[in-house]
């Protein structure tokens, strides 16, 4: 345990860094009392003189109940006043310093203008404005219904083998092993032993300092290894999509033949009223229902919402006169 030489300032005079041991102050004379705090200067070296390790081991100074001053704890008399120890105003304080946390120098604040924000804000609402712009300003149009169309679709699956990789844990009961090879699963963390570390100085009340020393635990990261599997199991996959269309009012659903390992995996019915604008461009509008669908007459003319792209966003409703 190393034991360092600390200093002290005075009070009284400008003098800083007095030797530690020293009871009184250097540049005035004045004795150093218990408000005078020690501390070690950067890089005090260790003390190996003998006769100054024992002063160090020795018990913290008292303070005299008479003149203030401080008393190494062999003398039993005030060195200033010479008033006896008995009426001692106490000891030092011995105390531990931790260790300064090392500050990082503070990064200079970028010292950025509000100009490229200003900058960032104006391109955001700018591809906002465009995307409203391009995809969802709508403008009304009279359109006129050319036709109905209708398409209805089956999607059908089909049990089959695929291949898959898990952890031995996790292989679906039926599947059929491939193979197997050990892999990282993950990583303990692993205690390896332990590292001194010097987290402070202790105070030993009579100008000098001890190094303060822990154990800390050092770990180490290590890999753990379990078997992955590849193996081949059966699942639900698509396989086709049967579809029938018809441009009247009387949609069907195709005819779907399950083959073995075959099953139905969703209908889904599609209607859309055909338009076409007072330029002659085509529109569509998909209704949300068959009595909506055929609300709309061949030939009859209703006012739509339709997008820059061309896509119709809502289309005259039934009660809604023109
Ligand atoms: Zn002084
Ligand atoms: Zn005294």
């Not at 009387?250 to 604008?277: C, D, F, I, M």
Request: charged fraction near 25%.
């Amino acid at each position: 345990m190393a034991i360092r030489q600390g200093v002290w300032d005075c009070p009284y005079c400008s003098k800083k860094g007095i030797p530690g041991p020293e009871g009184r102050c250097t540049g005035c004379g004045a004795p150093r009392d218990k408000d005078v705090q020690f501390y070690v200067p950067e890089g005090a070296a260790e003390v190996t003189d003998q006769a100054a390790l024992q002063k160090a081991r020795a018990a913290p100074d008292w303070h005299c109940g008479f003149c203030g001053a401080d008393n190494p704890a062999a003398l039993t008399k005030c060195k200033g006043c010479g008033g006896a120890q008995d009426a001692a105003a106490g000891a030092r304080q011995v105390r531990v310093v931790p260790n300064q946390p090392v500050k990082p120098a503070p990064a200079p604040a970028p010292r950025r203008g509000k100009g490229p924000l200003f900058i960032i804000l104006g391109v955001l609402l700018a591809i906002a404005l465009g995307v409203w712009f391009f995809f969802f300003r709508t403008h009304a149009e009279t359109l006129q219904v050319s036709g109905h169309q209708w398409e209805r679709t089956i999607e059908v699956e089909r049990h089959q083998w695929v291949r898959e990789e898990a952890w031995q844990a996790e292989v679906p009961s039926g599947a059929r092993v491939l193979g197997s090879r050990q892999e990282v699963h993950h990583k303990d963390r692993v205690q390896q032993g332990t590292e001194r570390v010097k987290t402070g100085q202790k105070d030993l009340g009579n100008g000098y300092f001890e190094d303060v020393y822990e154990d800390r635990p050092i770990y180490e990261e290590r890999p753990v290894y379990a078997t992955k599997v590849s193996y081949e199991v059966e699942r639900w996959k698509h396989e086709r999509t049967e579809r029938a269309a018809g441009t009247d009012f009387n949609p069907q659903w195709p005819p779907v033949t399950l083959r073995e390992k075959e099953r139905e995996a969703g209908r889904k019915e599609v209607l859309k009223v055909l338009l076409k604008s007072p330029d002659g461009d085509t529109r569509e509008w998909v209704a949300p229902d068959a009595q909506r669908w055929q609300f709309y007459k061949a030939g009859q003319s209703y006012t739509a919402e339709v997008t820059a792209t061309g896509s119709v966003s809502s289309l005259q409703a039934p009660a809604e006169k023109p």
